[in-house]
């Protein structure tokens, strides 16, 4: 069994991400969902960028590593979607004791002296992406094998960003299913 913080979007803790882990807790799984936003959500992805940007990156950050820490001596599944991936990037990244960092639809940067020995990564994004396009997937997948991640990656064709997420335009429900079959497998196996 894995102990997962999975982290919303800029949307929000809506829906989706409750659904998203009641079905990791389906599957045998601790799952925590932290609520970064103070309750509120957006209804678009402008909205929910302004809300981020009212909140600031360092205060989301944060927020991450407080909703976090009390957990961390278990060894974390660091999780997130769009945003919340790049909040848990920046987390596993950080912590020595990550058993795994799964992400949807989202990554950060990687400083040059990152380490992530054998870090077990699994990334699922859409195929293009505009928040995450090829140029940057590549090189981020790059950076994370030189800092020792073991890294996956999965994209899928035609899905728009947010593609798990099934009150958004973006959901595309035969890619959100091929993802969960992996992302389980991933969780099982940390």
């Given amino acids: 069994m894995a102990t997962v913080v999975l982290f919303h979007s800029a949307y929000g803790l809506r829906p989706a991400v409750h659904s998203a882990a009641a079905r990791i807790r389906a599957a045998g799984h601790e799952v925590h969902t932290p609520d970064l936003f103070d309750g509120r959500t957006a209804p678009t992805v402008d909205a929910g960028m302004k809300l981020k940007d009212e909140f600031g990156t360092e205060e989301l950050l944060r927020r991450a590593v407080a909703a976090a820490a009390p957990l961390s001596e278990r060894g974390l599944v660091y999780a997130g979607f769009s945003l919340g991936g790049a909040l848990a990037q920046s987390l596993a990244l950080a912590d020595t004791k990550a058993r795994g960092l799964l992400l949807f639809s989202g990554t950060s940067d990687i400083a040059d002296d990152a380490s992530a020995s054998d870090l077990p990564v699994q990334l699922h994004v859409a195929d293009p992406d505009p928040f995450e396009p090829h140029d940057w997937q590549n090189a981020w997948y790059l950076r994370m094998r030189r800092a020792g991640a073991d890294v996956e990656v999965y994209r899928y064709p ?14 595309d429900k035969e890619a959100a299913e091929e993802a969960w079959r992996y992302a389980l497998g991933f969780l099982d196996a940390v």
């Fill in 158 to 171: 035609g899905a728009g960003h947010l593609f798990l997420d099934d009150e958004l335009d973006d959901y």
